[in-house]
């Protein structure tokens, strides 16, 4: 059984930051993209950012320049560190990895989501 669990969320001003965190656990034998999603109210999911087991990173048009996606291989956790938030940043943000398990398989997993809310 793996596991992906994000913390870090809450209430923030507008221009604060925050740091999100994705925690796997369980049989893992290797973690390969790891991704930061969002859903506000009423709208469909949106990618924000992916990173490779690599290191190369890649971002939605929205948050560029603005949040920055990290790992810790060794900890089998990824980051999103969110900066100069804006009250349409505000939403459930989930991560995602595609995990290889102790099995050999690969399977792609979701965490349960972290509320960010940035007020004005």
């Known amino acids: 059984q793996v596991q992906l669990v994000e913390s870090g969320g809450g209430l923030v001003q507008a221009g604060g930051s925050l740091r999100l965190s994705c925690a796997a656990s369980g049989s893992i034998l290797s973690i390969n993209g790891m991704d930061w999603y969002r859903q506000a109210p009423g709208k469909e999911r949106e990618l924000v950012a992916t990173i490779t087991s690599g290191g190369n990173t890649n971002y939605g048009d929205s948050v560029k320049g603005r949040f920055t996606i990290s790992r810790d291989n060794t900890r089998n956790t990824g980051y999103l560190q969110l900066s100069s938030l804006k009250p349409e940043d505000t939403a459930v943000y989930y991560c995602?990895?595609?995990?290889?398990?102790?099995?050999?398989?690969?399977?792609?997993?979701w965490g349960q989501g972290t509320q960010v809310t940035g007020s004005s």
């Open positions: 995602s990895a595609e995990v290889q398990h102790g099995s050999g398989r690969v399977y792609r997993h």
